[in-house]
C-alpha cells in the first residue's frame, strides 16, 4: 500500500512563496504519474499540477501556469510544488496523488489517481 505524505504548507502573504513536498513511501515511486490538486472550502476539487514518472512531461492548470513548477526527485521517492507569487485566490488544502494502477484518463483528472495524500493547508492573505 502506497502512503503519500505531503508537507510545506503555510500561512504567507500574497507574493510570497512556498514549496510543497510529497514523499511517497515504496520501492516504485519512480514508475508513478504523480498529480497536484487543491480544493478551497465550498469548491470543489481541481487540478493543479501534474508530472510523468520520467519527468519529462509537466501539466499546469490555466489558473497557476507561469508561477508553480512541479518536479520529482525519484531518488528520494518525493514530487515537489514550487508556489510563486501567491495569490489569495490560492488559499485551499492541497493534495498529492500517485496513478499507483494504470488509468485511461486525462493526466489533469482526478480519476486518473488512485492514492492520494491527507492533504496540507496554504493560507494566502492579502
Known amino acids: 500500500q502506497v502512503q503519500l505524505v505531503e508537507t510545506g504548507g503555510g500561512l504567507v502573504q500574497a507574493g510570497d512563496s512556498l514549496r510543497l513536498s510529497c514523499t511517497a513511501s515504496g520501492r516504485t515511486f519512480s514508475s508513478y504519474n504523480m498529480g497536484w490538486f487543491r480544493q478551497a472550502p465550498g469548491k470543489e476539487r481541481e487540478f493543479v499540477a501534474a508530472i510523468r514518472w520520467s519527468g519529462n512531461s509537466t501539466y499546469y492548470a490555466d489558473s497557476v501556469k507561469g508561477r508553480f513548477t512541479v518536479s520529482r526527485d525519484n531518488a528520494k521517492n518525493t514530487v515537489y510544488l514550487q508556489m510563486n507569487s501567491l495569490k489569495p485566490g490560492d488559499t485551499a488544502v492541497y493534495y498529492c496523488?500517485?496513478?499507483?494502477?494504470?488509468?485511461?484518463?486525462?493526466?489533469?483528472?482526478?480519476?486518473?489517481?488512485?492514492?492520494w495524500g491527507q492533504g496540507t493547508q496554504v493560507t494566502v492573505s492579502s
Open positions: 496523488a500517485a496513478e499507483v494502477q494504470q488509468r485511461e484518463a486525462a493526466m489533469v483528472a482526478s480519476i486518473r489517481y488512485d492514492c
